[in-house]
Nanobody, 123 residues
């Protein structure tokens, strides 16, 4: 049974930083593209970032390029999202997800999801 468990969310002031982690189990982690998505209240879930199976290739939403960094440690079965210069409009529940598709940005092709971690950015 695949389990993805996010952590690291919390309350931060605008301009601050947070590092999210997602620990995976029940899958061959190094075979999967890992992605981060977010969903704000009343809004659709949106793509944030993805990393290839070996971490060499990454993909980012335009809105986070230059501020967020996705990385992974296959030895620890963990994917990270470093978020800098956070904005109030980025308040959302952040989810990690796994897919066999290469650097997928569409949530529908991700097969496994975590329960999410809340990120709140105060102004």
């Amino acid at each position: 049974q695949v389990q993805l468990v996010e952590s690291g969310g919390g309350l931060v002031q605008a301009g601050g930083s947070l590092r999210l982690s997602c620990a995976a189990s029940g899958l061959t982690f190094s075979s999967y593209t890992m992605g981060w998505f977010r969903q704000a209240p009343g809004k659709e879930r949106e793509f944030v970032a993805a990393t290839s199976w070996n971490g060499v290739s990454t993909n980012y939403a335009d809105s986070v390029k230059g501020r967020f960094t996705i990385s992974r440690d296959n030895a620890k079965n963990t994917v990270y999202l470093q978020m800098n210069s956070l904005k109030p409009e980025e308040t959302a529940v952040y989810y990690c997800a796994a897919t066999r598709r290469v650097l997928a940005v569409i949530s529908g092709v991700y097969n496994s999801w975590g329960q999410g971690t809340q990120v709140t950015v105060s102004s």
